[in-house]
């Protein structure tokens, strides 16, 4: 019996190299991972891909041969990509008879309350708008739903690899790193993890698991003194937190991603979803234990802290993405 064929988008991302290893080790699916670029494809084979397919959102030249016998569908995108994932699943409303199901990456504060969203209120704070970056989280998720597709999608907390990657300079040859979260507690996620459910919910299928949203995070939450222990005792070495004034946050990654660490510091992101334990039976990861111990892609989050970053201090990737309307 021929397997059906699964596309995992953004392959050689941290989420996607996991769900990669995870499916190929399951056999339920074909696995069809994309990349950018052939020079990835090896080590998407050597991580189970059945196949590797070009795909780039912003060329839609390749979107038919990577959707070719296409049943189900991850969809990841970086966010400055939103154009071109919005424009991806425009393409996809001819497809209806063939997708039958779509795993999306989303973040926590999206929803706000999906049924009647409004962009100018925010649940989590009298009169305050939904940042900006909420917004695009949810006009991808709105995208493949107006599109007619069986979506599921994964709301997440700030991911754990993302949290120091702006400081592994500092960290390495300085001992510290900042930023302006100081004693605000958030329940960081690690991307294993959401590998973990994208995995359970497209193995069980879209009877199961269409039109849900699924909130995920770590098992507790933690302020940056704890998260530095935790480096601290990964690393071997002392590792100090530095509070960052939220002024200098912004002129170092620009009015956008502060405009998110605002709600890092408010609270929002503080609580512990039990949807993770839920899908899979297990308790999330928690930080000391990603960083110290391998997913299924083989690396540990030790190692993959010094893998690339999109967010480089004085540059502000979210500038043209910032001017996207819809």
């Keep these: 019996m021929t397997k059906p064929i699964v596309l995992i988008t953004s392959a050689s991302g941290r989420i996607g190299k996991e769900l990669v290893a995870l499916l190929s080790q399951d056999g339920a699916y074909t696995v069809r991972a994309c990349c950018f670029t052939q020079g990835k494809a090896d080590s998407l084979q050597a991580l189970g891909a059945d196949e590797v397919v070009e795909f780039d959102l912003n060329n839609p030249v390749t979107w038919e041969a990577a959707l070719a016998g296409v049943s189900a569908i991850y969809s990841a995108s970086l966010d400055p990509m939103l154009e071109g994932h919005l424009a991806f699943c425009k393409a996809l409303e001819n497809r209806t008879d063939q997708i039958k199901h779509v795993v999306r990456i989303s973040c926590m504060g999206a929803d706000t309350n999906t049924a009647s969203y409004n962009p100018d209120k925010h649940a989590s704070r009298k009169d305050a708008a939904i940042p900006l970056m909420l917004q695009h989280y949810w006009w991808g998720e709105k995208a493949l739903i107006d599109a007619g597709l069986p979506v599921t999608v994964l709301r997440n907390n700030f991911f754990m690899n993302h949290l120091l990657k702006t400081d592994c300079e500092t960290i390495d040859t300085e001992s510290w790193f900042s930023n302006p979260l100081g004693t605000a507690q958030n329940s960081f996620v690690a991307t294993r993890d959401i590998a973990a459910a994208a995995a359970v919910i497209l193995t069980e299928g879209a009877d199961k698991h269409a039109n ?108 043209q993405a910032a001017e996207l309307k819809t």
């Design 212 to 319: 849900k949203f699924y909130d995920l995070t770590g098992p507790e939450p933690q302020s940056m003194s704890e998260i530095a222990c935790d480096l601290s005792r990964a690393m071997n070495k002392t590792i100090e937190y530095r509070a960052q004034s939220m002024v200098d946050f912004e002129n170092d990654f620009g009015s956008t991603r502060a405009e998110f660490f605002e709600y890092l510091t408010n609270g929002f992101y503080c609580r512990c979803s039990p949807d993770f334990y839920n899908l899979t039976g297990r308790k999330p990861t928690a930080y000391y234990d990603y960083l110290t111990t391998k997913g299924a892609s083989g690396e540990t989050g030790l190692e993959e802290l010094w893998q690339g970053n999109l967010w480089k201090k004085g540059e502000d990737a979210m500038k």
